[in-house]
């Protein structure tokens, strides 16, 4: 059997694995457009743990898991006991019993960190508050399906404009990682540095050894300038509601991707938005909308990304039988049916004494 390899995070990766990767997504995006997927996980199970609600991860994950012949369940806090009654390590290896893979949506990044330290079966990081290589792996292929004949990684700049959310830190660790410049045009206050230090160094080996660049700069206006990929998120998130009066503050109107703001971006540029949005808020519907918007393309990567993840991770430890183990099975199981029984003792019933 083959070690078990979790998705925790891009960086343990490496630039090769990401191409490889993309090499897969592609094949199995272009077998399903012409309705030729092959059923490479039939029979397998998917148990999904999410900590919190989603769209594109849960379905993402659960049409991915259908279409490749397998089986998904929905597992949500009030319905198993998640470090509640039972031990994060005692649901991990209980679940790895009946399920060939997992996926887990974790408010911590502590918690995806547990159950990958438990579990038998590989884990995949569907988001925490801290990452989400799954949207960052989605992300930077339909980049490359958005960029021109030959042009790869080491010729395109994206542009984060706003908050160093889980989106923003995935993505600056993809993108130097592939040999691209990541620039991350933000208040002070919402930088990297300021929200993730750990990621400074992380980045700064990905410059060193793959030919990334990074930037930090408020200057927003002169950052899309060169931009590729305009890309932004939401301003704050589950948890941070006392601090909308000051994000908002901080954020608004520099920071929003508005007409204004991609007009002084190559007329080539693309704007990117992982969802949801607040529209109105971080970006105007007109750019949204807009031809240069890619932001369903995204969407719609996260299906094809997910099949790709599936096959890759839980593909190699799905056992298969031969034929003839199967009929062999059918013809014992036929067999103990067919048997005869011994009949039990009988039992006497009787009537209650009338009075």
Same mark, same amino acid.
């Given at each position: 059997?083959?070690?078990?390899?979790?998705?925790?995070?891009?960086?343990?990766?490496?630039?090769?694995?990401?191409?490889?990767?993309?090499?897969?997504?592609?094949?199995?995006?272009?077998?399903?457009?012409?309705?030729?997927?092959?059923?490479?996980?039939?029979?397998?199970?998917?148990?999904?743990?999410?900590?919190?609600?989603?769209?594109?991860?849960?379905?993402?994950?659960?049409?991915?898991?259908?279409?490749?012949?397998?089986?998904?369940?929905?597992?949500?806090?009030?319905?198993?006991?998640?470090?509640?009654?039972?031990?994060?390590?005692?649901?991990?290896?209980?679940?790895?019993r009946m399920?060939?893979v997992l996926?887990?949506?974790?408010?911590?990044?502590?918690?995806?960190?547990?159950?990958?330290?438990?579990?038998?079966?590989?884990?995949?990081?569907?988001?925490?508050?801290?990452?989400? #290589?799954?949207?960052?792996?989605?992300?930077?292929?339909?980049?490359?399906?958005?960029?021109?004949?030959?042009?790869?990684?080491?010729?395109?700049?994206?542009?984060?404009?706003?908050?160093?959310?889980?989106?923003?830190?995935?993505?600056?660790?993809?993108?130097?990682?592939?040999?691209?410049?990541?620039?991350?045009?933000?208040?002070?206050?919402?930088?990297?540095?300021?929200? /993730?230090?750990?990621?400074?160094?992380?980045?700064?080996?990905?410059?060193?050894?793959?030919?990334?660049?990074?930037?930090?700069?408020?200057?927003?206006?002169?950052?899309?300038?060169?931009?590729?990929?305009?890309?932004?998120?939401? /301003?704050? /998130?589950?948890?941070?509601?006392?601090?909308?009066?000051?994000?908002?503050?901080?954020?608004?109107?520099?920071?929003?991707?508005?007409?204004?703001?991609?007009?002084?971006? +190559?007329?080539?540029?693309?704007?990117?938005?992982?969802?949801?949005?607040?529209?109105?808020?971080?970006?105007?519907?007109?750019?949204?909308?807009?031809?240069?918007?890619?932001?369903?393309?995204?969407?719609?990567?996260?299906?094809?990304?997910?099949?790709?993840?599936?096959? /890759?991770?839980?593909? +190699?430890?799905?056992?298969?039988?031969?034929?003839?183990?199967?009929?062999?099975?059918?013809?014992?199981?036929?067999?103990?049916?067919?048997?005869?029984?011994? +009949?039990?003792?009988?039992?006497v019933t009787?009537? #209650?004494?009338?009075?």
């Amino acid at each position: 059997m083959a070690q078990i390899h979790h998705f925790i995070d891009t960086q343990e990766l490496g630039p090769d694995v990401l191409r490889r990767q993309f090499e897969l997504i592609r094949t199995l995006k272009d077998a399903d457009k012409v309705g030729a997927m092959p059923r490479l996980l039939e029979g397998a199970s998917l148990g999904m743990i999410f900590e919190e609600p989603s769209t594109r991860t849960r379905v993402s994950f659960e049409v991915a898991m259908t279409k490749l012949g397998g089986h998904a369940l929905y597992l949500k806090p009030g319905e198993i006991h998640l470090g509640e009654r039972e031990s994060l390590g005692d649901t991990a290896q209980v679940l790895s019993r009946m399920c060939d893979v997992l996926e887990l949506r974790a408010l911590s990044h502590a918690t995806v960190l547990e159950l990958a330290r438990y579990a038998t079966v590989p884990v995949l990081n569907g988001l925490t508050d801290y990452n989400h #290589p799954t949207q960052s792996v989605c992300d930077a292929f339909t980049m490359l399906e958005h960029a021109e004949p030959g042009i790869g990684f080491a010729d395109l700049t994206v542009v984060f404009v706003g908050d160093a959310t889980n989106v923003c830190t995935s993505t600056a660790l993809i993108v130097t990682m592939l040999g691209g410049t990541f620039v991350h045009a933000r208040p002070e206050r919402y930088s990297l540095g300021a929200q /993730w230090p750990q990621v400074l160094p992380q980045v700064a080996d990905n410059c060193a050894r793959y030919g990334g660049r990074f930037i930090e700069t408020e200057d927003v206006r002169e950052a899309v300038r060169t931009a590729d990929y305009v890309y932004t998120d939401l /301003w704050w /998130w589950v948890g941070q509601e006392a601090e909308i009066p000051d994000r908002r503050a901080a954020f608004m109107p520099k920071y929003q991707v508005n007409a204004d703001l991609m007009a002084l971006a +190559p007329a080539s540029a693309k704007f990117m938005h992982c969802l949801p949005a607040s529209r109105g808020v971080e970006a105007t519907d007109d750019v949204m909308d807009s031809p240069a918007s890619i932001i369903f393309d995204q969407a719609e990567n996260r299906l094809h990304t997910q099949k790709g993840l599936l096959v /890759w991770y839980a593909l +190699p430890h799905v056992v298969r039988s031969t034929q003839q183990a199967r009929d062999d099975a059918a013809q014992r199981v036929a067999e103990i049916l067919a048997a005869p029984l011994t +009949p039990l003792a009988s039992s006497v019933t009787t009537s #209650p004494r009338e009075s």
